[in-house]
């Protein structure tokens, strides 16, 4: 069964405190593992996508990288703004033609000034 | 913002009563998904179609339904509903629903079941 685990499950930082998100993963083919986040109350906002271990991705202050079991997400020098909770999720097959994101519980993160 | 449109923002209703909410996709987008988010169970995945067809179900109560239409806005129909319901119902829909595709999420409806 496919599956997703997120840690730490908070998170409080200082500004400018650097730290990583943890999302490891057992599914059967990777097809792509995503980064989101959700601010309380809104939908996920997409951040990135990747696909095959060794992958990285950056954003502003958030790097995602990717191995065979887990993917990280490094925040550099975070900021207030930066608080909310994110997503990993993995997509799995269904049936044969169908499709569906495996969510994890998410990080909630907050920082504070 | 994703594109992605869903009314109502807030929903208050009874148990026993039955409600319909509405997504309209990306413009381009061909497959929805809905997916359920309460406090205990995180983000759930409902149900996906594609072009009009269903496509994949999951973990999906037998009162809940859901449909595509022709101009590919999606409906998810909740009826009988019970306390355990309340939570927020998200949207997302993606170019081709293939396995690699990027789910955009819409702003969701916190169903509030009383």
């Known amino acids: 069964e496919d599956q997703v685990t997120q840690s730490p499950e908070a998170l409080r930082l200082q500004e400018g405190e650097s730290s990583s998100l943890n999302c490891s993963y057992t599914?059967?083919?990777?097809?792509?593992l995503f980064w989101y986040r959700q601010d309380p109350g809104k939908g996920p906002e997409f951040l990135f996508t990747l696909y095959s271990a060794g992958e990285e991705k950056e954003k502003e202050r958030l790097k995602a990288t990717l191995t065979k079991k887990e993917s990280f997400l490094h925040i550099t020098a975070p900021k207030p703004e930066d608080s909310a909770t994110y997503l990993c999720a993995v997509q799995a097959s269904f049936n044969q033609a169908g499709t569906a994101l495996i969510f994890g519980k998410g990080t909630t993160l907050s920082v504070s000034s | 913002d994703s594109g992605v449109t869903q009314t109502p923002k807030h929903l208050i209703t009874a148990t026993g009563q039955r409600v319909t909410l509405r997504c309209s996709p990306r413009?381009?987008?061909?497959?929805v998904y809905w997916y359920q988010q309460s406090l205990d169970q995180g983000l759930q995945f409902l149900i996906q179609?594609?072009?009009?067809?269903?496509?994949a179900k999951g973990n999906i109560l037998e009162r809940f339904s859901a449909q595509q239409f022709p101009d590919l806005h999606s409906e998810l129909n909740l009826s009988s509903l019970e306390l355990g319901d309340s939570a927020l119902y998200f949207c997302a829909s993606s170019a081709s629903g293939g396995i690699t595709d990027t789910q955009y999420f819409g702003p969701g409806t916190r169903l509030t079941v009383l």
């Open positions: 413009s381009g987008d061909l497959s």
């Open positions: 599914v059967s083919g990777l097809r792509g």
């Open positions: 179609y594609y072009n009009g067809e269903e496509r």
